[in-house]
């Protein structure tokens, strides 16, 4: 799963669950609150066997709420984001974390996604074609 589809799916996901809410990604921003998400991270990494590990690191921000209210949207999105991690099955959440607004600045929900990305199969080498130095499987 690349970081368009993620971003894609975590879209779709904000949309289905909170439909009163706005999405916010570009051109004018909405007079009321609003969803702000956005790619905070990516980390790669090769595991062993040619497996590849990404973990992405998606902030979504909850613009123009108050206090109480952004505290309760926490506890939905981390539901939200749960169910989404089922339908899905291609990743799992690792870590979900909330932060306090900052002057100018809305609370922010962060949510670190494992994938795996592509794996490279080694083709199995039979019995008869070992030459010497090759692993069985």
């Given at each position: 799963?690349?970081?368009?589809?993620?971003?894609?799916?975590?879209?779709?996901?904000?949309?289905?669950?909170?439909?009163?809410?706005?999405?916010?990604?570009?051109?004018?921003?909405?007079?009321?609150?609003?969803?702000?998400?956005?790619?905070?991270?990516?980390?790669?990494?090769?595991?062993?066997?040619n497996r590849y590990l990404a973990v992405y690191r998606f902030g979504i921000?909850?613009?123009?709420?108050?206090?109480?209210?952004?505290?309760?949207?926490?506890?939905?999105?981390?539901?939200?984001?749960?169910?989404?991690?089922?339908?899905?099955?291609?990743y799992r959440v690792v870590r979900q974390a909330w932060e306090a607004g900052?002057?100018?600045?809305?609370?922010?929900?962060?949510?670190?996604?494992?994938?795996?990305?592509?794996?490279?199969?080694?083709?199995?080498?039979?019995?008869?074609?070992?030459?010497?130095?090759?692993?069985?499987?």
């Open positions: 799963m690349s970081v368009q589809q993620l971003r894609e799916f975590i879209a779709a996901v904000l949309q289905r669950h909170f439909p009163e809410v706005p999405l916010y990604v570009e051109g004018d921003k909405p007079q009321t609150p609003y969803f702000q998400p956005g790619l905070i991270s990516a980390t790669y990494d090769r595991q062993r066997e921000r909850y613009e123009k709420a108050g206090p109480l209210e952004a505290e309760r949207m926490a506890d939905k999105l981390s539901e939200a984001l749960a169910a989404m991690e089922q339908e899905s099955g291609v900052t002057e100018g600045k809305g609370p922010l929900f962060t949510a670190d996604y494992m994938v795996y990305l592509h794996q490279e199969q080694a083709e199995a080498v039979k019995m008869g074609q070992m030459t010497g130095g090759e692993r069985l499987k």
